[in-house]
């Protein structure tokens, strides 16, 4: 690598870096936006619902708002678990004889302190050994 070369990758990565703080400042503010508007719905939801009338028990307004929390939990998980899958290779070598084999995806239960929350997941089968592996990461 030339000095020029040198040059012009740390030019590109300090505009990488503004870049990047700008999109996660955008989403920031997108998350914050998006969660005032889940609660704003929520709340109009419980209502409608008639889960809350009146004036009631603090312990019922915490206890719907923690199950909301809980299902966004869930659905994040599902989501990153979804991402990780797609990202992976899409072949993996059978740890036991070394052959490489195409990974499928396949859906798992997943029980987690928010709930059991269904996520895709590679796994690979290796018919010579007859045997399902999760693949290395
Ligand atoms: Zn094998």
């Keep these: 690598m030339d000095s ?10 300090s505009v990488g870096a503004d ?6 400042a955008d989403l920031k503010e997108r998350l ?3 969660l005032r508007e ?3 719905v929520e709340v109009a939801l419980s209502r409608a619902d008639g889960t809350i009338r009146g004036v009631p028990h603090y312990s019922v307004i915490e206890g719907r708002a923690h199950e909301l ?5 869930r659905l994040v998980q599902e989501r990153q678990m979804g991402e990780l899958a797609a990202s992976q290779a899409p072949t993996g070598k059978c740890p036991r004889c070394g052959k490489r084999v195409q990974l499928q995806p396949r859906e798992r239960t997943i029980k987690s302190v928010d709930g059991d929350t269904t996520c895709q997941e590679l796994v690979g089968h ?12």
């Design 38 to 40: 889940v609660a704003e």
């Design 19 to 24: 870049s990047a703080k700008k999109r996660t």
């Design 32 to 34: 914050e936006r998006l």
């Design 69 to 73: 929390g809980q299902h966004l939990s």
């Design 126 to 137: 290796c018919r010579r050994c007859r045997r399902f592996f999760f693949p290395a990461t």
């Design 4 to 13: 020029k070369e040198v040059i012009g990758s740390k030019k590109i990565s």
